[in-house]
């Protein structure tokens, strides 16, 4: 696979995978995460991709969601179709607004990602991929961000009954390096025979 980067494998097999420099649009995975924002009413970003992508059955779910529901707060995740998308599902997650980081932000942030899976693992979904949360318009520092999101994956991953795969997609060749630091220095934290860190490089 030319935009593997790195894999962390863990003793009950499931797998974190980060990719990149990739598209979120084009991923196989049974559903994809998208960076939303409160109104679910769809934006710029990772957003715009995926609504572009998947065409107008996903904002018709979305609609309905946020007429039952109301506005999504950060932190919190639910799952669309994914209309036109390889993804058969859309998991929309907002991530939070990166205000100095004194705001509970690491808190809001780890919210999405352990939401997410979890909301995926509800509709027995087996597969899940990620983009780079709060990391683009909202301003979440990358370094700060990716230690979170793969630490986030980590603690959720033991806890899930279908979901066996997770799949960090990263843009641009500066964030998968980000992103493989901080998986390597998280899976070194781990108990010994816990999890097996492979990268590309
Ligand atoms: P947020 O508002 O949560 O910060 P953005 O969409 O602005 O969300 O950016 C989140 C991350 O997604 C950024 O790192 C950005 O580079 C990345 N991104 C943008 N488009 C795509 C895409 N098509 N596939 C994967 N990642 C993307």
Redesign the pocket.
């Known amino acids: 696979m030319s935009d593997y980067v790195a894999r962390l494998t863990f003793a009950n097999g499931k797998t974190l995978e980060l990719v990149g420099p990739?598209?979120?649009?084009k991923e196989t995975t049974e559903a994809i995460v998208n960076?939303a924002?409160s109104s679910l009413l769809g934006?710029?970003?990772?957003?715009g991709?995926i609504h572009r992508a998947g065409g107008p059955s996903i904002l018709a779910d979305c609609r309905r969601i946020v007429a039952k529901i109301g506005t999504l707060p950060a932190g919190k995740a639910v799952i669309t179709t994914g209309g036109r998308l390889a993804a058969e599902h859309v998991v929309h997650t907002v991530?939070p607004i990166y205000r100095g980081g004194k705001q509970r932000e690491a808190e809001t942030l780890a919210s999405c990602y352990r939401e997410s899976i979890r909301v995926a693992d509800d509709h027995a979904i087996h597969s899940l991929a990620f983009?780079?949360?709060?990391?683009?318009?909202?301003?979440?520092p990358?370094h700060e961000a990716a230690a979170i999101a793969i630490k986030a994956v980590i603690d959720s991953l033991p806890d899930t009954n279908h979901v066996q795969l997770v799949r960090l997609?990263?843009?641009?060749i500066a964030?998968c390096k980000m992103y493989e630091r901080a998986a390597e220095k998280l899976s070194r934290e781990l108990p010994e025979n816990s999890v097996t860190f492979e990268n590309a490089s």
């Open positions: 990739a598209d979120i649009t960076a924002n934006g710029g970003g990772v957003d991709a991530g983009p780079s949360i709060s990391t683009g318009a909202y301003g979440y990358i997609v990263l843009f641009d964030d």
